[in-house]
């Protein structure tokens, strides 16, 4: 099986699954960055949290990494666009530790406001400052939410069981989805200006490091408090300090960092300002989560199947229907890859049927990774695939047509040729119903020979008797007659690959019009 590299600590229950699975879990912990270049070498699969830095020099010492799992949500630590660049695939948990994420906001908002971290340090030290730190009700404030995906919104429902108004900035949402949650959509500046309650809930891109900056925060009210739960570098973290110093703003809350880990910020010299050392998602239960979910996606990816919460591969998530059609789809693109002789320049991926009705992104993207990894010397994934097709210049064409009464069927055609294939049976095992315009009903083999000849008595025997001379045992045949019933085509299932030599024998023979040997694996 694989070698799977970890170097962070990863939930037990996650590392189990993937033990059980076969796999060689390989955990070292605090590896130099000289050292991960060495160990990243023979591992099929990369686990990390927040720390570990995956660079394109990672990446290019990689000799066989097929994905990288973030147990986490952020993605700033891994260099996406390498990765893509290099077929390797990029995972995350997205879905994690969106509740610790949203509780430890609503913590650090209520903590904000009642000055509990301070109030609670003079105490133990022997003050009672039960005046100095007055704090404020969340009731009737307004809070402003920055990014209203899935831990903004969670925000938002718990904000308004306090009471608060909700307004929020997303250029991503519509209003009519933000009313749907009770928040009003404002621009960002409005926003600083409105609101008595800030939290951020976005991820940090080019775009939006240092969102939260000087000029920003002029524009607020000096009661405002800042929450930031998401990542570090969204805000200028110098720039807040002055302003909180200064009485500018009411003070912050700030759980991630520029640099992390760190003991120093000019944040920890500010009374007003609280901190905590990435805690975000550091609960039992989002922990469990995030090991569970990351080992699922790199088993899957490990198995060449499909991974949901892959962020570098073009496709939405596979619905349940069409979830098993995915395989089917690259093993009838691995088919057609072995039956032309070169990749056409435009090849139709066709779905039909129910399983039409759902994005068939994926679908198509499974036949492609099976042709491409028919015809090139390079390995191709779900990754690299339109890339690669993207480099040889072969144009995909999507057809689909949803019929709930039809058969489920897929097929691929281009240069002459055409295969389509079906799922059969409760164990749902991969049938080809077409090849080249013949009807056909039989389950393909890792090994085939695909023969078109002139429908006339005896040919059956004579592809039987020149396979036998060979020494190939024949598994399966099957005959499909074309429309006119000129021609048939029989597809042979064999035990072994037929070689180049029996294959010219099969067309030395005057009634036999074509022979390709496909072997699948």
């Known amino acids: 099986m694989s070698r799977i590299l970890v170097t962070e600590t990863i939930a037990e229950s996650g590392l189990d699954r993937l033990r059980d699975a076969g796999h060689e879990v390989d955990v070292r912990l605090g590896l130099e960055p000289a050292e991960l270049l060495d160990a990243i070498v023979g591992a099929h699969a990369l686990i990390i949290r927040s720390a570990t830095q995956v660079t394109a020099e990672v990446l290019a010492a990689a000799d066989v990494l097929m994905v990288v799992g973030r147990a986490g949500i952020g993605l700033d630590n891994v260099d996406v666009a390498a990765a893509t660049a290099a077929g390797v695939m990029v995972a995350n948990a997205p879905q994690s530790n969106i509740i610790s994420a949203a509780e430890h906001t609503m913590a650090l908002l209520l903590a904000q406001a009642r000055n509990v971290p301070q109030a609670h340090a003079a105490l133990v030290d022997g003050r009672w400052e039960r005046s100095k730190w007055e704090g404020v009700e969340l009731a009737d404030k307004t809070l402003g939410i920055v990014g209203l995906g899935r831990i903004g919104n969670l925000v938002a429902q718990r904000a308004a069981a306090f009471g608060m108004r909700l307004i929020a900035h997303d250029p991503f949402v519509s209003a009519e989805a933000a009313k749907k949650a009770n928040v009003e959509l404002v621009d960002l500046e409005t926003l600083v200006a409105t609101a008595d309650f800030l939290t951020l809930h976005l991820a940090k891109t080019p775009e939006t490091a240092g969102l939260i900056g000087k000029d920003l925060l002029a524009k607020a009210k000096p009661t405002l408090r800042i929450i930031n739960v998401a990542r570090g570098g969204i805000i200028d973290e110098a720039a807040l300090a002055e302003a909180a110093r200064e009485g500018r703003i009411g003070g912050a809350a700030i759980d991630v960092f520029d640099v992390e880990p760190t003991t120093e910020s000019p944040l920890f010299d500010v009374p007003s300002i609280i901190v905590t050392p990435h805690l975000g998602a550091s609960t039992a239960e989002a922990q469990d989560k995030a090991g569970i979910t990351i080992a699922e996606q790199v088993g899957l990816a490990l198995a060449g199947e499909f991974v949901p919460f892959a962020v570098n591969v073009d496709a939405a998530e596979v619905s349940e229907l069409l979830r098993p059609f995915v395989p089917l789809a690259e093993h009838l693109g691995a088919i057609f890859g072995g039956l032309v002789e070169t990749v056409p320049e435009r090849i139709d991926v066709e779905l039909r049927g129910a399983i039409a009705k759902d994005d068939a992104r994926i679908a198509v993207l499974s036949a492609i990774k099976g042709l491409l990894s028919i015809h090139t010397g390079t390995p191709v994934s779900y990754v690299n695939a339109l890339d690669v097709a993207a480099a040889r210049g072969l144009e995909i064409r999507t057809i689909t047509a949803p019929a709930q009464d039809h058969v489920n069927v897929i097929r691929i055609a281009g240069g002459g040729h055409s295969v389509s294939g079906r799922l059969s049976g409760l164990d749902g095992s991969h049938r ?90």
């Open 432 to 521: 080809i119903s077409e090849l080249d315009d013949h009807a056909l009903d039989i389950h393909p083999s890792p090994h085939m020979v695909i023969i078109r000849n002139q429908d006339e008595p005896g040919m059956v025997g004579l592809v039987g008797a020149t396979l036998g001379d060979a020494g190939i045992n024949i598994s399966n045949m099957h005959i499909g007659e074309s429309g006119d019933g000129v021609e048939a085509l029989m597809v042979v299932c064999t035990g072994s690959p037929v070689p180049p030599a029996v294959q010219d024998a099969l067309r030395n023979h005057a009634n036999v019009r074509f022979v390709r040997a496909i072997t699948v694996a």
